[in-house]
């Protein structure tokens, strides 16, 4: 089970950290990826934490988006900063474990 939280409503420039929960799996063993959905657009990758704590980023996120992995929580951070409209749309987490699976995600609106 994967529960996203933490979007919400922030102006140009601002910042968001968005959490992951996942349960129902070794967590420490898996890779865990954020992605996200702009309205009217298709999922994009956005972020990855391997189970080494390797990391990986979309050029377009790289250098303003963290992404951390707390394996005593089973979560996965994402730490959003100088957030553009651009950035706006609903985020969902995965795991290595099962790809398919996305969860609810949770929903960040950049304002101009």
Same mark, same amino acid.
Do not use: E, K
């Given at each position: 089970q994967l529960q996203a939280s933490g979007g919400g409503l922030v102006q140009t420039g601002g910042s968001l950290r #968005?959490?992951? /929960?996942?349960? &129902?799996? /070794?967590?420490? +063993?898996?890779a865990v990826a954020w992605h996200r959905e702009a309205p009217g657009k298709r999922r994009e990758f956005?972020?990855?934490?391997? @189970?080494? &704590? +390797?990391? *990986?980023y979309a050029d377009s996120v790289r250098g303003r988006f963290t992404i951390s992995r707390d394996n005593t929580k089973?979560?996965?951070y994402l730490q959003? *900063?100088? #957030?553009?409209?651009e950035d706006t749309g609903l985020y969902s987490c995965n795991t290595a474990? @099962?790809? @398919?699976?996305y969860g609810q995600g949770t929903l960040v609106t950049v304002s101009s």
């Open positions: #968005l959490s992951c /929960r996942v349960s &129902g799996i /070794r967590f420490s +063993q898996f956005v972020a990855t934490v391997f @189970n080494n &704590g +390797q990391t *990986d089973s979560t996965v959003m *900063d100088s #957030l553009t409209p474990y @099962n790809s @398919n699976v």
